[in-house]
């Protein structure tokens, strides 16, 4: 027995990433260092220096390649036939959601960057305090059409929120 009578008819939709450009220079910087690892790798004259690049080697590469690949794969986005559930965080796990009932607006903007990847930002106005923002989704177009179904699918009798 489910505790909510509405867990049954909800639906996952889509679950959504923000674009993987995100992890270009940090997948280059891995290259790099051990590119560099394998040149240099055993060639310095004395043995603490062979185990320092090696050391210095292993702090670039989780500092700079597993972190910003931790970061990317704990921020996610579920939409449901109900809502929208954006979860972000490694340590410290946040999550917000929002009713598809609520939301006011949908909002796509998109940086000069953004347009040539063919990603943007999705806003999701609730008409009280911050949107919701959905950062560097693919195809912000298609996502915002699809919630803007979603809202008028949630609304009784596809009545505006202000009139009704």
């Known amino acids: 027995m489910s505790l909510l009578p509405y867990a049954e008819s909800e639906r996952v939709l889509a679950r959504v990433r923000s674009h993987a450009r995100a992890l270009a220079l940090p997948s280059l910087l891995l290259l790099l260092v051990c590119a560099g690892l394998g040149y240099l790798g055993g060639r310095l004259p004395e043995a603490w220096q062979n ?31 109900r809502r929208t559930v954006l979860r972000s965080g490694v340590v410290v796990r946040t999550r917000q959601e929002v009713l598809h009932s609520r ?5 796509v903007r998109k940086t000069v960057l953004q347009s040539l990847f063919g990603s943007g930002d999705v806003l999701l106005g609730t008409g009280a305090g911050r949107p919701l923002v959905l950062r560097d989704v693919p195809t912000p177009d298609l996502v915002a059409d699809a ?8 609304r009784p009798n596809g009545e505006d929120r202000w009139t009704g």
Do not use: F, K
């Open 147 to 154: 919630l803007h179904e979603l809202m008028e699918a949630a």
């Open 103 to 107: 939301i006011v607006d949908v909002t």
């Open 51 to 81: 185990l320092a690049l090696l050391g210095l080697a292993v702090v670039l590469v989780v500092v700079g390649w597993l972190a910003p690949l931790c970061r990317w794969l704990a921020r996610n986005v579920t939409i449901t036939s």
